[in-house]
């Protein structure tokens, strides 16, 4: 069992830069991909990011890439999302997911552990 905490969402304005934390325990952190997702008011979850397990490998949603960085520390068991030029449409309750292996995925199905999220809302 991996449980996932994440932290750092919050109000920012259109343009400004927010940095989210996603804390884990239980299995050895370094065993597994971390990815980053996202759900809108009536919309479906979509991926945003994602880190393999030993952080040589990443992905991006292309409506992020540029702006979003992925990250791990896995000696602090901590994977992170930094969010610069924040854009309204990106307004969402962001989760954290732990995938089964080391591997990249862009697809939810892939990843058995997920946090509750933490909501972003950026102001125009």
């Known amino acids: 069992q991996v449980q996932l905490v994440e932290s750092g969402g919050g109000l920012v304005q259109a343009g400004g830069s927010l940095r989210l934390s996603c804390a884990a325990s239980?299995?050895?952190?370094?065993?597994?991909?971390m990815g980053w997702f996202r759900q809108a008011p009536g919309k479906e979850r979509e991926f945003v990011a994602a880190i393999s397990g030993s952080g040589a490998s990443t992905s991006y949603a292309d409506s992020v890439k540029g702006r979003f960085t992925i990250s791990r520390n896995n000696a602090k068991d901590t994977v992170y999302l930094q969010m610069n030029n924040l854009k309204p449409e990106d307004t969402a309750v962001y989760y954290c997911?732990?995938?089964?292996?080391?591997?990249?995925?862009?697809?939810?199905?892939?990843?058995?552990?997920w946090g509750r999220g933490t909501q972003v809302t950026v102001s125009s």
């Open positions: 239980g299995r050895t952190f370094s065993s597994h991909a």
């Open positions: 997911a732990a995938d089964g292996n080391v591997h990249v995925s862009r697809d939810a199905a892939a990843y058995d552990y």
